[in-house]
Each structure stands twice: as C-alpha cells, then as structure tokens.
C-alpha cells in the first residue's frame, strides 16, 4: 500500500531560480499542487541557484536566463558540471538565437517559454526526471541553425574528421547499436526506455550514450538529439 510518506518521498525534488518573486512564489505553488513534486529551495539569482544545487541536490532546477550576480547561463554550466544527476529546465522568456544555444551547450536539458501552459511546465518537469530531453520545435530549430551558423564559420580542417556540425554531422563512427541509441535519443526516448527497446541494462544504455557523447562532440544528450534533427 503507497502511503503519504512513500509518496513524499519519491517526488521530483526542485529549485527554482527566478529573480522575480512574483513568479518565484507562484511556481512553487503550481509545484506544491502537484502530488509528485516538491519544491525544496527558491533562488534569486544565479549564484545563489548555484548554492543551493550543491547543497540541496535536487532533481531539477527550474533556471531563469536573465537574473543578476550570475545569470542562467554561467549557473547553469556549473551546475551540471559539478552537479551530473540534477538536470537543468530553462525557464524564460528569453528566445533569442544565441542566449538558446548558449544555455543549452552550458547543459541544459530542456527550454521552456514563461508562456508555456502550467501542464506542460509539469509534464516537462517528468520527461527530464524520466531521462527525457525536452524542446519545443521552435526552440530546436533555432539551436540546429547557431550549430549551422558555426559549422559555417569554423574552418574545415579545425572539424572534427568523425563528427562535424549542422548539416555535415557524421555518425561514421558509430557502431550499429550506438547508432540505434542515438536514432532512440533523437526520438526523445529515455535511458529506461531504450534499455528496454533493445533488451539492455539500463546502466549499459548510459554507458552507450555516454560513449556516443565523447565521439561526437556533444555535451549533452539534448545537443545530441538537437544536431541529429534535419
């Protein structure tokens, strides 16, 4: 029998980091509707978000872009990088091409719009706790044409011979079960969900994705998803 405590207990722990308070106060609120989610620290800026990430752990952060001390960005690139299990959900309302790629090459694994549905705020929040990458169409297309953009810009003898950018991206040294991986990820599968699509352990899908991320360049699952989408 599930009880209250059991519940409590497994739901998706999260920070908030928005300079607003307003808007601070009413996701927390959103989230304390929800039964699978608990908001466990509010930041105001971006350096205390990265404060309470290493301290608290949490499960996700809900990352603003645009706050002072330290913006979204920067926080973000240390909390995924000192923080691997704690996945960052950009939350802004900030779409321009560069501050989208940017956030997304710091480690972030999906991107919201403030004028995203409460449902899909929520809905997103546990595709991430999943092993889901989240973006919406809008926001892949603009992070798919910066990597066009630098593939553009950069030399070709500086391109990585296995692995280039945007239209050029190569798969070629990928073995067969690595290329289904990734042909998994680019449809927004989860580890759990691969493991069990190809009859794998789930730590040996991480393993794959994790290889599969080092030979093609990529930072994070949701860059990988992003540069396969044509």
């Given amino acids: 029998m599930t009880t209250v405590a059991d519940v409590k207990h497994a739901a998706i722990r999260v920070v908030i980091a928005e300079d607003q308070a307003l808007v601070r106060r009413g996701t927390a609120l959103l989230l304390s509707m929800a039964p699978d989610m608990e908001c466990v620290g509010q930041a105001s800026n971006g350096d205390e978000a990265v404060k309470l990430a290493l301290v608290l752990r949490p499960d996700i952060v809900l990352m603003d872009l645009h706050m002072p001390i330290k913006g979204g960005v920067a926080a973000t690139r240390e909390i995924t990088s000192a923080q691997p299990n704690t996945q960052v959900l950009v939350l802004t309302t900030l779409d321009d091409d560069e501050t989208v790629f940017e956030a997304v090459r710091a480690g972030a694994q999906a991107y919201l719009l403030k004028d995203a549905s409460e449902e899909e705020l929520l809905e997103t929040i546990r595709a991430l706790r999943r092993g889901e990458s989240r973006l919406t169409p809008q926001i892949a297309r603009k992070v798919m044409d910066q990597f066009r953009h630098l593939a553009q810009a950069q030399p070709a003898a500086t391109q990585p011979a296995a692995a280039t950018i945007g239209d050029e991206f190569s798969t ?49 699952r949701t860059e990988l998803a992003v540069r396969m989408r044509k």
């Fill in 172 to 220: 070629a040294e990928l073995t067969d079960k690595e290329e289904r991986v990734l042909r998994l990820i680019t449809d927004g599968s989860s580890n759990r969900q691969i493991a069990q699509a190809m009859a794998l352990a789930e730590g040996t899908v991480k393993n794959y994705v994790s290889r599969i991320m080092s030979k093609l360049h990529a930072n994070t």
